[in-house]
T-cell receptor, first 114, second 110 residues
Framework: EPEVTQTPSHQVTQMGQEVILRCVPI?????FYWYRQILGQKVEFLVS????????KSEIFDDQFSVERPDGSNFTLKIRSTKLEDSAMYFC????????????FGPGTRLTVT | EDKVVQSPLSLVVHEGDTVTLNCSYE??????LLWYKQEKKAPTFLFML????IEKKSGRLSSILDKKELFSILNITATQTGDSAVYLC??????????FGGGTRLMVKP
């Protein structure tokens, strides 16, 4: 069964460093998402991406964040200058098309900022 | 602001018990409600509900949506230890994003 994959599974970085989290969505999906979950808290929406552009973003997704689909398979989240409060589990998700609502989640990348 | 509230926060039952998990929501331009099971890492999709009153069923799990009263329930019958997880409710709005509730942590004891 096709699945969303994410790398790395765990990333440790120092405050102020840039990180890139990588995702490979399900191959025929058209909509892509990033969510984060701070330990013990709710899953929070960050950004949605369709047709090579951001379609929606939350207040969390400020200028420090960017997303890209550099080729036909990868979908990346970049954090330019990490802060301690960026420590969280980051989930990538994808869905098939506009009228299908089920989003399928990857296993997540645990980001630890020290 | 869209809001999704789940109750109870946590629940401990014994194998064989039946549980009901609740999800209420306040969302502008509601499209659908989704239930996910989160064990160690990624939420895994369980159900999507769009219409009121139509029960979705998968094995021992079932769910129903009430769009008038703005809530959904997830039932698990004959619980097993493998059902232990956090169950997440999320609502999809016209803005193309999911708003999640805080989850219900279910522990099933042997």
């Amino acid at each position: 069964e096709p699945e969303v994959t994410q790398t790395p599974s765990h990333q440790v970085t120092q405050m102020g460093q840039e990180v890139i989290l990588r995702c490979v969505p399900i191959s025929n999906h058209l909509y892509f998402y990033w969510y984060r979950q701070i330990l013990g808290q709710k899953v929070e929406f960050l950004v949605s991406f369709y047709n090579n552009e951001i379609s929606e973003k939350s207040e969390i997704f400020d200028d420090q964040f960017s997303v890209e689909r550099p080729d036909g398979s990868n979908f990346t989240l970049k954090i330019r200058s990490t802060k301690l409060e960026d420590s969280a589990m980051y989930f990538c998700a994808s869905k098939g098309d506009r009228i299908i609502y089920e989003q399928y989640f990857g296993p997540g990348t645990r980001l630890t900022v020290t | 602001e869209d809001k999704v509230v789940q109750s109870p926060l946590s629940l401990v039952v014994h194998e064989g018990d039946t549980v009901t998990l609740n999800c209420s929501y306040e969302v502008t331009n509601f499209r659908s409600l989704l239930w996910y099971k989160q064990e160690k890492k990624a939420p895994t999709f369980l159900f999507m509900l769009t219409s009121s009153g139509i029960e979705k069923k998968s094995g021992r799990l079932s769910s129903i949506l009430d769009k008038k009263e703005l809530f959904s329930i997830l039932n698990i019958t004959a619980t097993q230890t493998g059902d232990s997880a956090v169950y997440l409710c999320a609502v999809y709005n016209a803005g193309n994003m999911l708003t999640f509730g805080g989850g219900t942590r279910l522990m099933v004891k042997p």
